[in-house]
């Protein structure tokens, strides 16, 4: 188990994620880690400990992704996250939630912000999924969260034991349209919800 505290404190936080994963990464062509994701006992307060070093604001949702297949099982979830960019990197906070073990079972007894995921954002979830498939990675989730014309596609494939971590694989999309959300738009609206005294928006 490796706790985002060990990255912080190391001298180069950039240099300490991209060596993460990296023979297994370069075998199945997947480049910078994108996002790291840490499963944390409380948002709120994950995200109050990391913006007192100069991290976020978060940005803090909650809601049900449209789409959450677990091994090919469609369940119903419901979770919290909290979103931010520290050097580069997204750092996606996610509650237990509802509905599923999958992101409970990685929960510190100490308190600490477990790193559960490396996530990708590449083209085509549906098609680099296949790919790892075949080479002998399943599929641990396939979901999908949508609000409006934003769509976030996404699936977490079953690499611990060859990676070290979880492998995710994102596409974000607006109209249609495949982007990945800038960092300042995530403290921006974390900045919003601060002011508004709503720290968390509930997105159904």
Excluded at 132 to 151: E, V, Y
Aim: charge should be negative.
């Amino acid at each position: 188990m490796m706790l985002l505290e060990q990255l912080l404190e190391t001298v180069d936080f950039a240099g300490a994620v991209d060596s993460l994963a990296s023979d297994f990464r370069e075998k199945h062509g997947l480049g910078r880690i994108d996002q790291l994701g840490l499963v944390v006992p409380s948002v709120e307060d994950a995200a109050a400990r990391l913006e007192t070093l100069g991290i976020g604001p978060f940005l803090i949702s909650s809601g049900a992704p449209v789409r959450w297949e677990e091994r090919g099982e469609p369940r119903r979830f419901k979770g919290k996250l909290g979103l931010a960019r520290h050097n580069g990197v997204d750092l996606e906070l996610l509650e237990p939630g509802e509905g599923s073990e999958f992101y409970r079972q990685y929960l510190d007894p100490g308190g600490g912000i477990v790193v559960q995921h490396l996530g990708f954002f590449i083209k085509q979830v549906d098609s680099r999924m296949q790919r790892m498939n075949d080479s002998g990675i399943p599929t641990l989730i396939r979901g999908r969260i949508k609000t409006g014309p934003l769509a976030f596609d996404f699936a977490y494939m079953d690499s611990v034991g060859n990676a070290g971590f979880v492998i995710e694989l994102i596409e974000f999309s607006a109209f249609g349209m495949r982007f990945r959300p800038p960092g300042v738009l995530y403290h921006f609206l974390g900045r919003l919800e601060k002011m508004s005294g709503l720290r968390c928006i509930d997105v159904g």
